[in-house]
């Protein structure tokens, strides 16, 4: 027992106290975490739309262009953003009504942080006649005169019958015919031309283009005899969710995005915690192995000790590795006010289900780094360590969208997948595992643990002292039968 300590000592030195593992498991999260705090910390200046932005009005009664020049008016920029502070004060109020106060606030500060607040757009609207030669004004484009044109006419006031399809179909099923709309609206009704310079920045086009939209949408409700104000502010009227989870321990208010990625966060922190620590395992071996320091090891200790040793010495190094980046995930969730969605309840079976990983590839990476002698030669035993690489993010969708389904329970009970698939199934708030099932796939899964730390033994014990050509994976099921 003393020797196997000692092996499993050493094996968490050498790769734990290196400058390497150093930078790469600690001073990376850190680093991560430092321009995390930094990025969200800092406001971005978002610089204003400067220049010319030319309007040529084809519609009956020509008002857009007017409208434009209006809507770029400094006292109007002015009075909109007064009135856009005051509605997010009043839904700031509504949601602490609501009880979501904090994530409200939450997601202000972040929107001001990475976008800003912009000085008003210093823009000067020139409304050109109907008649205007379009040629000519994309010549000033080129110059410099304009940043911008644009053309609208009745075609641009037209409703698409694609649209109007839309407006009356089902909203669940209308993805068909969004794309049709989408297509029609390049040269059909309801469409406008844009030209624009290569030095016009994309969010300035975009402010451009949004402000013709708006005049365009206001003119046809007009048209349609509806006031533009309040047809707007119905159609923005907010329908809001309080969405609330309940459970036996009481309630807990939800997280929609991160209840949907919290499976594929708990399986990613398992597969690089176990990944990390089965690839230093074969890498250790190689290079002990090729630069003849193994025949001196185990002239102190026997191939079992040796291996158990790296097993648990590694398995350091993964536990490290797991709490490092599972620290830095809690940190992300506490700064974001989302702590209250993860689900602390499963972290002791996620901890078991990372032992069962890690020993089941950190076996295998045991078995091929001591059968070969170079990496390269590896490549060719790699395969069942690939299987078990691409299997669980085959599997995370259909385990994410079902986890209940025949899919999820078949591959909880198939040794390579059981930890990946239980983690996911247990990180899903809206599928509970029976605990028979944790009980017994556990117990499946752990059988497979010890075959493969088996396997691994009998083909660390043949070919850790084996130089030359590198076995085949027949040779390998032959040295599993004779050792």
């Known amino acids: 027992m003393s020797r196997i300590l000692t092996a499993a000592i050493r094996e968490f030195k050498s790769t734990a106290l290196t400058k390497a593992f150093f930078l790469g498991a600690i001073v990376f999260p850190v680093l991560i975490w430092t321009l995390m705090i930094g990025v969200t910390s800092i406001k971005f200046p978002k610089p204003p739309v400067e220049g010319t932005f030319a309007v040529i009005d084809r519609t009956n009664g020509g008002k857009i262009g007017d409208q434009l020049a209006t809507y770029f008016d400094p006292e109007q920029q002015r009075q909109r953003l007064e009135k856009m502070k005051a509605q997010i004060e009043a839904a700031r109020k ?55 044109l644009a053309v609208v006419d009745e075609k641009t006031m037209a409703l698409s019958p694609a649209a109007l399809r839309l407006d009356s179909g089902d909203r669940d099923d209308d993805k068909d015919q969004r794309r049709e709309l989408e297509k029609l609206l390049e040269e059909g009704p309801g469409s406008y031309a844009f030209f624009h310079g290569t030095k016009l920045r994309p969010d300035h086009s975009r402010q451009l283009k949004t402000a013709v939209e708006n005049m365009v949408r206001d003119e046809r409700f007009r048209r ?65 192995k090729s630069s003849r320091v193994m025949e001196v090891i185990l002239s102190a200790i026997s191939p079992r000790e040796l291996l158990i040793g790296k097993l648990v010495g590694q398995g350091l190094v993964g536990l490290a590795v797991l709490a490092i980046y599972g620290a830095l995930g809690f940190g992300i969730a506490s700064r974001f006010g989302t702590t209250a969605q993860i689900p602390m309840s499963i972290l002791p079976w996620a901890l078991l289900y990372f032992l069962m990983a890690y020993a089941l590839i950190g076996s295998m990476m045991l078995a091929v780094g001591s059968a070969v002698t170079e990496i390269r030669e590896a490549q060719a035993l790699y395969t069942p360590i690939t299987i078990m690489i691409i299997l669980p993010f085959l599997l995370m969708m259909p385990i994410m969208q079902n986890p209940g389904g025949v899919i999820a329970r078949v591959f909880s009970y198939f040794p390579l997948t059981t930890p ?64």
């Open 420 to 483: 990946y698939v239980m983690v996911m199934r247990l990180a899903q708030p809206s599928h509970v595992v029976p605990l028979w099932e944790l009980v017994l796939t556990s117990a499946v899964g752990l059988a497979g643990v010890a075959g493969m730390i088996w396997i691994a033994a009998k083909i660390f014990r043949v070919g850790v002292l084996m130089y030359g050509k590198p076995p085949s994976l027949m040779e390998l099921v032959k040295w599993v039968r004779l050792a």
């Open 224 to 288: 349609a005899g509806m006031e533009p104000n309040l047809a707007l502010a119905l159609s923005r009227l907010p329908v809001q969710a309080r969405s609330v989870v309940v459970t036996p321990q009481g309630e807990k208010k939800s997280n929609d995005a991160l209840t949907l990625l919290l499976p594929f966060i708990f399986m990613m922190l398992i597969y690089i915690s176990a990944m990390t620590g089965g690839q230093y395992l074969m890498m250790g071996t190689l290079e002990e």
């Open 94 to 148: 509504m949601s602490e009504q609501m009880g979501m106060g904090e994530q409200f606030d939450k997601g202000v500060e972040i929107q001001q942080q990475f976008f800003g607040e912009s000085e008003s757009n210093k823009i000067n609207v020139e409304v050109l006649p109907p008649d205007a030669d379009e040629a000519k004004q994309r010549e000033r484009i080129n110059s410099g005169e304009i940043i911008a």
